[in-house]
Nanobody
Framework: QVQLVESGGGLVQAGGSLRLSCAAS????????MGWGRQAPGKAREVVAG???????MYADPVKGRFTISRDNAKNTISLQMNSLKPEDTAVYYC???????????WGQGTQVTVSS
């Protein structure tokens, strides 16, 4: 099992910035990819960014150039710096970690991000 705890959500005006953090614990030694997903009301959850243990990064098109993911393997944490936020970025943001041995994705409890226009 992997436990993930997010922090850093909140309310911000359009054009503003927020930084999300996620701390991982438990069976994290066999996790490779960690990242962030989000779910807006009435929509399916989508992955917005991911990073491998080696540092390979991917971003979903809607957030490229605005969001930056980072990972600290020594501290078992990842962060998401979100700049130039838009109202359409409003969602619950979830941290995730992929356990490659059992091919399972673990999710955190989520943190609300609200961007006002």
């Amino acid at each position: 099992q992997v436990q993930l705890v997010e922090s850093g959500g909140g309310l911000v005006q359009a054009g503003g910035s927020l930084r999300l953090s996620c701390a991982a614990s438990g069976s994290i030694f066999n996790t490779n990819v960690m990242g962030w997903g989000r779910q807006a009301p009435g929509k399916a959850r989508e992955v917005v960014a991911g990073v491998t243990r080696a540092g390979t990064i991917m971003y979903a098109d809607p957030v490229k150039g605005r969001f930056t993911i980072s990972r600290d393997n020594a501290k078992n944490t990842i962060s998401l710096q979100m700049n130039s936020l838009k109202p359409e970025d409003t969602a619950v943001y979830y941290c995730y970690a992929d356990n490659q041995d059992i091919a399972r994705r673990f999710w955190g409890q989520g943190t609300q991000v609200t961007v006002s226009s």
